[in-house]
């Protein structure tokens, strides 16, 4: 039987049910490079800093007045800190993963984790509406790194390609429940090529929308984007996997 038949039996029988067996449901769409000249991107450059610099002085004021340990702070001015921490990484984001990006870059990222998610056991949905969640490609980069290979020759890895998600609720999805659920995205790495993808954003009610940075190294500056898609494909399916029983207690009933 397919992998298609198999989607195909389990939707027919579990018709009008809400089933931890249903497999995930993922519509994937492209965005629009932020900057496209270098005018926009020095604009971000500044957003950038000056987020970063807000954050500084805030924790700065805020340890000098409740003392180094964050965690024992005062849950709102954790709160301020973390609000201030997500304003500078979405604005590293926007700068560092859209400069010099054009839109077919981020075309050709939607179209391979799309293809990449097809050869997992989830459903690759045809609109938003269809989709437990909904993946945005937001940016991509390719990165410097000194990471060694497994092998005996240990080649360094001096190239990761690197691709930025943005994953809300789509239409089968209640996203106050799903805030309340505690699904999260697995933070193990890849042993053998120290592929990974981090959470840089964690879904909250006031913000429901996990942001993540897939990354796959290559070997001597040979790095792919169409491997980082299966990174993140793959971490896709992890998560449907992790959190079958959260995912499904939060789907609507239709």
Same mark, same amino acid.
């Given at each position: 039987?397919?992998r298609?038949? /198999? ?5 027919l ?11 995930? #449901?993922?519509? /994937?769409v492209?965005?629009? =490079?932020?900057a +496209?000249t270098k ?16 954050f500084?002085?805030l ?5 000098? &007045?409740?003392?180094k340990?964050?965690?024992?702070? !005062?849950?709102?001015? &954790?709160?301020?800190? *973390?609000?201030?921490r ?6 590293? /984001?926007?700068?560092?993963y #859209?400069?010099?990006?054009k839109?077919?870059? $981020?075309?050709?990222?939607?179209r391979?984790?799309s293809e ?10 045809t609109? =938003? ?6 993946? &945005?490609?937001v940016?991509?980069a390719?990165?410097? +790194?000194?990471?060694? #290979? ?5 080649? =360094? ?7 930025? $998600?943005?994953v809300? =609720?789509?239409?089968?999805?209640n996203?106050?429940? $799903? %805030? ?6 697995? *933070?193990?790495?890849?042993f053998?090529?120290?592929?990974? +993808? @981090?959470?840089?954003?964690?879904f909250?009610?006031?913000? !429901?929308y996990w942001l993540?940075?897939?990354r796959? !190294? *290559? +070997? ?6 169409? *491997? /980082? %898609? ?5 971490a ?7 959190n079958a029983?959260? @995912?499904?207690?939060?789907r609507?009933?239709k």
């Amino acid at each position: 039987m397919t992998r298609f038949a /198999v989607a195909l039996a389990l939707t027919l029988a579990t018709a009008g049910l809400v089933s931890a067996n249903e497999p995930l #449901s993922v519509h /994937v769409v492209g965005s629009t =490079p932020k900057a +496209t000249t270098k005018e926009g991107e020095a604009q971000l450059k500044e957003k950038k800093d000056a987020a970063l610099k807000a954050f500084n002085d805030l924790q700065g004021g805020l340890k000098k &007045q409740y003392g180094k340990k964050i965690e024992a702070w !005062p849950a709102d001015k &954790q709160a301020e800190l *973390g609000a201030a921490r997500d304003a500078f990484i979405e604005a590293y /984001v926007d700068w560092f993963y #859209s400069s010099g990006l054009k839109q077919k870059d $981020l075309d050709d990222s939607v179209r391979e984790v799309s293809e990449a998610l097809g050869k997992k056991t989830i459903q690759v949905a045809t609109s =938003p509406a269809e989709a437990d969640f909904v993946v &945005q490609v937001v940016g991509r980069a390719k990165v410097e +790194t000194d990471e060694l #290979s497994s092998g005996s020759a240990l080649v =360094p890895k001096n190239s990761a390609a690197e691709l930025v $998600l943005r994953v809300g =609720p789509g239409g089968r999805m209640n996203a106050a429940a $799903l %805030a309340k659920s505690g699904a999260a995205w697995s *933070g193990k790495k890849s042993f053998w090529n120290h592929a990974d +993808t @981090v959470t840089a954003h964690d879904f909250t009610a006031e913000a !429901p929308y996990w942001l993540l940075i897939a990354r796959k !190294p *290559g +070997t001597a500056w040979v790095s792919s984007y169409k *491997g /980082v %898609a299966g990174q993140a494909a793959e971490a896709i399916s992890q998560f449907g996997i992790d959190n079958a029983d959260k @995912v499904a207690a939060a789907r609507t009933t239709k």
